[in-house]
Nanobody, 124 residues
Framework: QVQLVESGGGSVQAGGSLRLSCAAS????????MAWFRQSAGKEREKVAA?????????SDSVKGRFTISQDNAKSSHTLYLQMNSLKHEDTAMYYC????????????????WGQGTQVTVSS
């Protein structure tokens, strides 16, 4: 059973930093894409960053240069990270970790597995 568990959210002032983590377990296939999405009140879920099994990364324009996605593929575990710097009030959202069996799709509907989310609140 695939499980994704996020952690690291919290409250921070504008200009500050946070690092999100997503502990992934139960997925054994070699091909995948893991992504961070976010959703704020009244808005659609938005893909923020993604990384695939080859280490290729992509970012939304809104976070490029401020956020960094990375992963740690230890033998018995897989952890996804999102380092968020220079945070802005508009980064306030629930952040979700998601896994696709192959490509780094833009649409949230193409991601099969999801974590429960971790809240990030940035005060201006």
């Amino acid at each position: 059973q695939v499980q994704l568990v996020e952690s690291g959210g919290g409250s921070v002032q504008a200009g500050g930093s946070l690092r999100l983590s997503c502990a992934a377990s139960g997925y054994t296939a070699s091909d995948y894409c893991m992504a961070w999405f976010r959703q704020s009140a009244g808005k659609e879920r938005e893909k923020v960053a993604a990384i695939d099994n080859r280490g290729r990364t992509e970012y939304s324009d809104s976070v490029k240069g401020r956020f960094t996605i990375s992963q740690d593929n230890a033998k018995s575990s897989h952890t996804l990270y999102l380092q968020m710097n220079s945070l802005k009030h508009e980064d306030t959202a629930m952040y979700y970790c998601a896994l696709s069996r192959n490509h780094c799709y833009s649409s949230a509907s193409m991601y099969v597995y999801w974590g429960q989310g971790t809240q990030v609140t940035v005060s201006s």
